[in-house]
């Protein structure tokens, strides 16, 4: 069998796949070549799924002592079969035979390079498996649409491709793209392959600077038009009587929508479903999609176990960036042990939806404190209300329109039982807004293509809560965005009632006399759960009308202006921003904070952010942190603030 040499630290493997007849024994050669970025050696790399991790088939490495045999698992075999030309050599990179799988510190140290691995390729291979379940066709309808329309991805829109096309029904979104119903099956098939849900394809696909090409046996598509069709089709309704369909969907417009700069939370958000084998490259696995500033000093390490490596990313973020918003990522899935609650476990699936239209914490600092002696985290912020009452919303995890419809229908009556009539209809707005977190077309600026508008969509809601009104299942079709919407943000979770009547959206596990808080640096209001000696479990992240906006510390904005995301040209990056709706005057400062204190100055904003800088001339400290959002200044404001032990 083949020994692996070992490989200098500016080195990586490549795979020369020798030509072939379909069917026939592999051949390679194996050979190690430097690295260089700016003079990189010439290699296709290969994105695929291991599958089973059984290593069942044998290729053999040519080598100057003679064949070796390197066991392969049976979906790489069966893709390098495909890929073989038949009369000259393929040079490849393949992570399962370019990397010594068993040398735990070459296997380290190469996954760190993978940004420049697939960065350097001349050409990134996605291969999603051989032509099954008239895979053909589905690529071939996907094609068709990518011809059809342009995608501007930096404003989120769609226009056609040519103006002969300008009532094009591809341009429809408010009816399914136009293929035939089997069509449409195909391509739900095509989208359940496991290709979709591995963890390691999203940095495979986002870092292929020269190109990615999607082959299904004989088939091939750019991965730039596949990522366009489906663009198109995340904003159309879809036929719902197809298995997965919708969650692949979604799924594949996570993965294909543009990476600007991330942050390292929005991406372990984003890949939480996804699979992997070793828990610990839920972090490894997608570092170089962040800027090596965002990584937060995290290093791949295969020697560190994964619960302590989850608690050092928490205490990494909280050092280096002086957030919370990591803690939003918490869901409480049953008190354990072996974590600590306010430490995302990502180990587990995503069970709610990320809540993108809050910014509870405004531009502050997070105060916080790890006492390493009993492993607890002392945070800062407001006790804002106590749950009181708590129904769930949606505990299912399939896409069916009847099922969503009775669910919202059952949570609506609920609402109105505890609220009384006349206060439930004079709420309808807000319940609304509630049930879909403020996740809505005039949140950002310009308005999303994507999202719901909310005026359109309250009629919606008025219709389908309708209980006298009989809904077949052509009109539930006609909904389906509004009714998918409540879907993402129900999911899992349950509408609250807090003692004051205010109405929420908590985790699943919320209780009766659970808290609701704002931490300082935590742009999500928080569920929290009393324990003995003056600790709180974490419960999750929460939405409640009226704590959208820094409310719990700076009281509520003014009427005329509003909170909005809003895109910026230069940085090709959205920005908190708010709007005075009666002057059209947009600002990045919040209009209810005064002056600053003492001592401190804002400075020019750099041309790379989309937010000031503050800066203490005394200390010639400078901060993105607004210094009127500090302990001393909110006290001052009467704002009572609250140490918070978190077990």
């Given at each position: 069998?083949y020994?692996?040499q070992?490989?200098?630290?500016?080195e990586?493997?490549?795979?020369?796949?020798?030509?072939?007849?379909?069917?026939?024994?592999?051949?390679?050669?194996?050979s190690?070549?430097?690295?260089d970025?700016?003079?990189?050696?010439?290699?296709?790399?290969?994105?695929?799924?291991?599958?089973?991790?059984?290593?069942?088939?044998?290729?053999?490495v040519?080598?100057?002592?003679?064949?070796?045999?390197?066991?392969?698992?049976?979906?790489?075999?069966?893709?390098?079969?495909?890929?073989?030309?038949?009369?000259?050599?393929?040079?490849?990179?393949?992570?399962?035979?370019?990397?010594?799988?068993?040398?735990?510190?070459?296997?380290?140290?190469?996954?760190?390079?993978?940004?420049?691995?697939?960065?350097?390729?001349?050409?990134?291979l996605?291969?999603?498996?051989?032509?099954a379940?008239?895979?053909?066709?589905?690529?071939?309808?996907?094609?068709?649409?990518?011809?059809?329309?342009?995608?501007?991805?930096?404003r989120?829109?769609?226009?056609?491709?040519?103006?002969?096309?300008?009532?094009?029904?591809?341009?429809?979104?408010?009816?399914?793209?136009?293929?035939?119903?089997?069509?449409?099956?195909?391509?739900?098939?095509?989208?359940?392959?496991?290709?979709f849900?591995?963890?390691?394809?999203?940095?495979?696909?986002?870092?292929?600077?020269n190109?990615?090409?999607?082959?299904c046996?004989?088939?091939?598509?750019?991965?730039?038009?596949?990522?366009?069709?489906?663009?198109?089709?995340?904003?159309?309704?879809?036929?719902?009587?197809?298995?997965?369909?919708?969650?692949?969907?979604?799924?594949?417009?996570?993965?294909?929508?543009?990476k600007r700069?991330l942050?390292?939370?929005?991406?372990?958000?984003?890949?939480?479903?996804?699979?992997?084998?070793?828990?610990?490259?839920?972090?490894y696995?997608?570092?170089?999609?962040?800027e090596?500033?965002?990584?937060?000093?995290?290093?791949?390490?295969y020697t560190?176990?994964?619960?302590?490596?989850f608690?050092?990313?928490?205490?990494?973020?909280?050092?280096?960036?002086?957030?919370?918003?990591?803690?939003?990522?918490?869901?409480?899935?049953?008190?354990?042990?072996?974590?600590?609650?306010?430490?995302?476990n990502?180990?587990?699936?995503?069970?709610?939806?990320?809540?993108?239209?809050?910014?509870?914490?405004?531009?502050?600092?997070?105060?916080?404190?790890?006492?390493?002696?009993?492993?607890?985290?002392?945070?800062?912020?407001v006790?804002?209300?106590?749950?009181?009452?708590?129904?769930?919303?949606?505990?299912?995890?399939?896409?069916?329109?009847?099922?969503?419809?009775?669910?919202?229908?059952?949570?609506?009556?609920?609402?109105?039982?505890?609220?009384?009539?006349?206060?439930?209809?004079?709420?309808m707005?807000?319940?609304?807004?509630?049930?879909?977190?403020?996740?809505?077309?005039?949140?950002?600026?310009?308005?999303?293509?994507?999202?719901?508008?909310?005026?359109?969509?309250?009629?919606?809601?008025?219709?389908?809560?309708?209980?006298?009104?009989?809904?077949?299942?052509s009109f539930?079709?006609?909904h389906?965005?509004?009714?998918?919407?409540?879907?993402?943000?129900?999911?899992?979770?349950?509408?609250?009632?807090?003692?004051?009547?205010?109405?929420?959206?908590?985790?699943?596990?919320?209780?009766?006399?659970?808290?609701?808080?704002?931490?300082?640096?935590?742009?999500?209001?928080?569920?929290?759960?009393?324990?003995?000696n003056?600790?709180?479990?974490?419960?999750?992240?929460?939405?409640?009308d009226?704590?959208?906006?820094?409310?719990?510390?700076?009281?509520?904005l003014?009427?005329?202006?509003?909170?909005v995301?809003?895109?910026?040209?230069?940085?090709?990056?959205?920005?908190?921003?708010?709007?005075?709706?009666?002057?059209?005057?947009?600002?990045?400062?919040?209009?209810?904070?005064?002056?600053?204190?003492?001592?401190?100055?804002?400075?020019?904003?750099p041309?790379?952010?989309?937010?000031?800088?503050?800066r203490?001339?005394?200390?010639?400290?400078?901060?993105?942190?607004?210094?009127r959002?500090?302990?001393?200044?909110?006290?001052?404001?009467?704002?009572?603030?609250?140490?918070?032990?978190?077990v």
């Open positions: 069998m020994t692996y070992a490989l200098d630290l500016t990586i493997r490549i795979l020369t796949l020798l030509p072939g007849t379909f069917g026939s024994e592999i051949h390679v050669e194996l190690h070549v430097k690295l970025i700016n003079n990189p050696p010439s290699y296709e790399a290969l994105s695929y799924t291991w599958g089973s991790y059984d290593l069942s088939h044998v290729m053999f040519d080598t100057v002592d003679g064949r070796k045999g390197l066991a392969v698992t049976e979906n790489l075999y069966n893709a390098l079969q495909h890929l073989r030309n038949m009369i000259s050599p393929r040079t490849l990179w393949v992570d399962a035979t370019c990397i010594n799988q068993g040398d735990v510190e070459e296997r380290s140290q190469q996954v760190a390079r993978m940004a420049d691995i697939y960065k350097c390729a001349v050409k990134v996605i291969w999603i498996g051989p032509e379940d008239n895979s053909t066709k589905a690529l071939e309808a996907l094609e068709t649409l990518a011809s059809k329309i342009h995608v501007d991805w930096g989120d829109t769609i226009s056609t491709a040519s103006e002969e096309d300008i009532d094009s029904e591809w341009l429809d979104h408010n009816e399914p793209a136009p293929f035939e119903y089997q069509t449409w099956v195909y391509i739900g098939r095509v989208l359940d392959r496991p290709w849900s591995r963890l390691w394809i999203w940095q495979e696909v986002s870092l292929a600077h190109g990615a090409i999607v082959i046996g004989e088939s091939t598509m750019s991965w730039q038009n596949f990522c366009k069709a489906i663009a198109s089709l995340i904003r159309r309704p879809i036929w719902t009587n197809i298995p997965n369909l919708y969650e692949n969907m979604v799924l594949s417009w996570e993965l294909c929508r543009p700069r942050e390292l939370q929005s991406i372990l958000q984003n890949t939480r479903n996804a699979k992997c084998s070793d828990q610990r490259d839920r972090i696995g997608v570092l170089n999609l962040v090596e500033s965002d990584r937060l000093g995290i290093k791949p390490d560190k176990i994964t619960v302590q490596l608690q050092d990313v928490m205490l990494s973020s909280i050092s280096r960036t002086r957030s919370l918003d990591l803690l939003t990522c918490c869901e409480s899935q049953g008190e354990r042990d072996d974590i600590p609650s306010w430490v995302p990502w180990s587990l699936p995503k069970r709610c939806c990320e809540i993108l239209s809050t910014n509870a914490g405004l531009n502050s600092a997070a105060q916080a404190t790890y006492n390493e002696r009993d492993g607890c985290l002392i945070v800062i912020g006790h804002v209300e106590k749950i009181q009452k708590v129904q769930q919303i949606l505990t299912i995890d399939s896409w069916s329109l009847q099922t969503i419809h009775a669910a919202l229908q059952k949570v609506t009556l609920w609402l109105r039982s505890e609220l009384g009539s006349d206060a439930y209809d004079r709420q707005d807000t319940i609304w807004r509630t049930l879909c977190c403020n996740q809505f077309s005039d949140f950002w600026e310009p308005q999303s293509t994507i999202d719901l508008h909310f005026q359109k969509s309250l009629d919606q809601f008025r219709i389908l809560t309708n209980s006298t009104v009989e809904l077949d299942d539930l079709n006609s389906q965005h509004a009714l998918g919407e409540f879907y993402d943000y129900g999911r899992n979770r349950s509408i609250t009632i807090t003692s004051k009547d205010q109405l929420g959206i908590a985790p699943q596990a919320s209780r009766p006399g659970d808290f609701i808080v704002v931490f300082l640096g935590c742009r999500s209001p928080m569920v929290l759960r009393p324990k003995e003056s600790a709180y479990l974490v419960v999750g992240e929460a939405y409640v009226g704590l959208v906006t820094g409310e719990a510390f700076l009281g509520p003014p009427s005329n202006w509003q909170y995301i809003r895109y910026d040209d230069p940085t090709d990056r959205y920005w908190d921003a708010f709007i005075d709706r009666v002057r059209n005057k947009c600002q990045s400062e919040d209009p209810r904070l005064g002056p600053l204190p003492e001592g401190w100055v804002e400075d020019e904003y041309e790379q952010h989309g937010y000031a800088l503050y203490d001339v005394e200390e010639d400290y400078t901060t993105r942190y607004d210094p959002m500090l302990p001393g200044p909110l006290r001052a404001r009467n704002v009572e603030l609250t140490e918070f032990k978190l």
